[in-house]
T-cell receptor
Framework: GNSVTQMEGPVTLSEEAFLTINCTYT??????LFWYVQYPGEGLQLLLK?????DKGSNKGFEATYRKETTSFHLEKGSVQVSDSAVYFC????????????FGGGTRLMVKP | NAGVTQTPKFQVLKTGQSMTLQCAQD?????MYWYRQDPGMGLRLIYY???????DKGEVPNGYNVSRLNKREFSLRLESAAPSQTSVYFC???????????FGPGTRLTVT
């Protein structure tokens, strides 16, 4: 079946540091890949997505590239801010009925001023 | 345009009590989902409804029932709550042909 593995957190960085959160997946066929962000006390929001190999998703300074050869979708940001403190979830879905998402366990990011 | 709304926001139940979590969306989406979120486990799908009139089990359906009341509303029922059902519950929606899911703010449930 499908599965998503993320690096365990928490990840603690200073403001303006470079961020990488690793995500690897197992899936048959050609999944679409997502990063969701959850701010404290809120639901999940889509951060970015990529629907085919070599696509790069980007939003709010975050980027992730769909790497089929390494089955990875690592999240990066060049300079984090305190406001980026949140929990980040990598997820995938396959092009089938229901569009069910499979989530990784989440990585908590804490950015200190 | 409220998006996806959930009620209640918080609930405390005693073991064996029942309750229904409500979800409503005004986005005209076809598909709706119920997830539970537990520490370190991400979100796990409980049930989903691909379209009005259909429901299907997800990864962890035991102890739950759902009703797709109409296109807008999808409820989750716990018939006899257990401490293992203490969790945060999220409703989500999407168009059938789109992959992005939109999430509600969640319901924090504690079963004692």
């Amino acid at each position: 079946g499908n599965s998503v593995t993320q690096m365990e957190g928490p990840v603690t960085l200073s403001e303006e540091a470079f961020l990488t959160i690793n995500c690897t997946y197992t899936a048959t066929g050609y999944p679409s890949l997502f990063w969701y962000v959850q701010y404290p006390g809120e639901g999940l929001q889509l951060l970015l997505k990529a629907t085919k190999a070599d696509d790069k998703g980007s939003n709010k300074g975050f980027e992730a590239t769909y790497r089929k050869e390494t089955t990875s979708f690592h999240l990066e940001k060049g300079s984090v801010q305190v406001s980026d403190s949140a929990v980040y979830f990598c997820a995938l879905t396959r092009n089938n009925a229901g569009n069910m998402l499979t989530f990784g366990g989440g990585t908590r990011l804490m950015v200190k001023p | 345009n409220a998006g996806v709304t959930q009620t209640p926001k918080f609930q405390v139940l005693k073991t064996g009590q029942s309750m229904t979590l409500q979800c409503a969306q005004d986005m005209n989406h076809n598909s709706m989902y119920w997830y539970r979120q537990d520490p370190g486990m991400g979100l796990r799908l409980i049930y989903y409804s691909a379209s009005e009139g259909t429901t299907d089990k997800g990864e962890v359906p035991n102890g739950y029932n759902v009703s797709r009341l109409n296109k807008r509303e999808f409820s989750l029922r716990l018939e006899s709550a257990a401490p293992s059902q203490t969790s945060v519950y999220f409703c989500a929606t999407t168009f059938v042909t789109h992959y992005e899911q939109y999430f509600g703010p969640g319901t924090r449930l504690t079963v004692t």
